[in-house]
T-cell receptor, first 116, second 110 residues
Framework: DAMVIQNPRYQVTQFGKPVTLSCSQT?????MYWYQQKSSQAPKLLFH???????NEADTPDNFQSRRPNTSFCFLDIRSPGLGDAAMYLC???????????????FGDGTRLSIL | GQQLNQSPQSMFIQEGEDVSMNCTSS?????WLWYKQDPGEGPVLLIA?????ELTSNGRLTAQFGITRKDSFLNISASIPSDVGIYFC??????????FGKGTLLTVNP
């Protein structure tokens, strides 16, 4: 059974039209991550939530926002998508706590975003 | 910042051959992870390594955490067509963020 679930798997939006991608998890992990992955490249971290605390990467454009209404769900909002935002967006989770700070991240299957 | 050098960038092999790929870093990591990504899918964790010198197997896959904590390798024995995909190494320190290698694209000819 899928433990990190991303919806939709494919999303097409128009240039400049806001779009929201969703991620849910059944692992009860306290950290959730959003990555952007372009063709033939490694995943690039955009931001993450450690519990309710939002942590933005320094080079993540302001166009990208995130919400985490509860432990299980996390959303990626792209306010005004440009052609350069076409990519695979990956959600990941991990369980982090003081006694075990080296847990691996588990990824969803991603949402492939296309911009028209 | 930390950077990972993953090699080779791509490999073309015959079914049944063994494969080896590795990652090196300019700085140390506390954990090394190996992921496989199929086209259109998310990365799937293959092996996690937590201690310097650790050698871990998962079926036909074997990975080692280098003694210096700056490198790791992944071996695949007796490759099969479904081994095709992109293999990523990733290292992490205690801040739980991952640093990814650029990936190794593996093609297996039946």
């Amino acid at each position: 059974d899928a433990m990190v679930i991303q919806n939709p798997r494919y999303q097409v939006t128009q240039f400049g039209k806001p779009v929201t991608l969703s991620c849910s998890q059944t692992l009860n992990h306290n950290v959730m991550y959003w990555y952007q992955q372009k063709s033939s490249q490694a995943p690039k971290l955009l931001f993450h939530y450690y519990d309710k605390d939002f942590n933005n990467e320094a080079d993540t454009p302001d166009n990208f926002q995130s919400r985490r209404p509860n432990t299980s769900f996390c959303f990626l909002d792209i306010r005004s998508p440009g052609l350069g935002d076409a990519a695979m967006y990956l959600c990941a989770t991990s369980r982090e706590f003081a006694a075990a700070s080296n847990q691996p991240q588990h990824f969803g299957d991603g949402t492939r975003l296309s911009i028209l | 910042g930390q950077q990972l050098n993953q090699s080779p960038q791509s490999m073309f092999i015959q079914e049944g051959e063994d494969v080896s790929m590795n990652c090196t870093s300019s700085s140390i990591f506390n954990t090394w992870l190996w992921y496989k990504q199929d086209p259109g899918e998310g990365p799937v964790l293959l092996i996690a390594l937590y201690k310097a010198g650790e050698l871990t197997s998962n079926g036909r896959l074997t990975a080692q955490f280098g003694i210096t904590r700056k490198d790791s390798f992944l071996n695949i024995s007796a490759s099969i067509p479904s081994d095709v995909g992109i293999y990523f190494c990733a290292g992490r320190l205690s801040n739980y963020k991952l640093t990814f290698g650029k990936g190794t694209l593996l093609t297996v000819n039946p």
